[in-house]
């Protein structure tokens, strides 16, 4: 996971207050300290700018015209649960009631007459927050692709021990017979055993070694795509989507950095898309590249019928991935990763 002076870089916040000295001073301090920032005046243009952009951390003025912040926080949570808001007041004898700040779904208060000071130590707070909320999130990814991945390695073996089995006994056979015929298909056999066998191996060797905190974390694209087809192959099977994937870079490739997050956020987003098709309709991943970064594209036209939720949580995901974005355009979800000189 990023750091924090790293992670901040990423974060986006919305400061609505109608005192516009207070708008500037803040405005100058955070963007100094490395905060992705923007202002309003009111309400009403805070609901309009949430609804254009994704902010993370929304600085809400409790005492504004038009709007007040407890208006703007109820209508902010018809639709968005996500967003951490701190809420604030310009003197300690305007404070909500305690009844208020009890029913409102806020992260913080903060009284501005304690300082920008304070105000910095709460987003400290607020960052750790959406920090915390993000490594839980990608924990819960990697435990559901683990599984999948364990099963469609278990049936891959399965398949390759049936395999063998049949081997042997078509062994047996061909020890009584010297037909040429016989000894080919045997041959054909033999070397379908030993890819699928040394794939199984690869694979297992790279998820092995990108959970040891000794790993270089460099994996081969061909690995990287086999690593993906095998947890995804089943989840398509059981809902009869047709799943491809291409790679299509200039040479073989090893991709450095986190990719074994991006590998798990990536394949939280396609089993949650492959439950959204209709039987027989096709998901394609794509693995491509340009010179500054890697992209893996994942196609289907119900790609827009994702959940406003689902979105915002592999995009919150990715937000804290080194070297990761991911966004969506028509038909197709892309995560890019930026390429690091090693």
Known sequence: MLSYTELIKNINILIADDDEDYLSMTYAFLTQIGYNVDMVSDGKEALEKLNSKEYQILLLDYFMPEMNGEEVI????????????????????????????????????????????????????????????NEIELSNFKTNVLGSLMS??????????????????????????????????????????????EKLDKVLTAVIGQSSEKAENILSDKDIMDIIELVLTNQAKEH???????????????????????????????KELIQLHDINTNLEIVLTEDENNWYFKVKSEYVNKMSISQIYLIKKVALSLENVKFYQNDNEAVFEIKKVIV
């Open 152 to 197: 469609g390695v278990a049936k891959q073996i399965k398949a390759s021990l049936l395999s063998i089995s049949a081997g042997i006994e078509f062994s047996n056979m061909i020890a009584r017979s010297s037909s040429l015929e016989n000894q080919e298909a045997l041959n054909k056999l033999y070397l379908s055993n030993k890819e699928t066998l």
């Open 240 to 270: 009869n989507v047709n799943l491809k994937t291409k790679i299509a870079l200039k040479a073989n490739s090893y991709i450095n950095g986190h990719i074994n997050d991006t590998i798990f956020t990536l394949c939280e987003y396609a």
């Open 74 to 133: 109820k209508e902010i949570r018809k639709t968005n649960k996500e967003l951490i808001i701190i809420l604030q007041t310009g003197f300690s004898g305007q404070k909500p009631p305690i009844e208020t700040m009890q029913k409102l779904n806020i992260q913080n208060y903060h009284d501005k007459t304690e300082g920008i000071d304070r105000l910095n130590l709460e987003l400290i707070s607020a960052v750790k927050i959406f920090n915390q909320q």
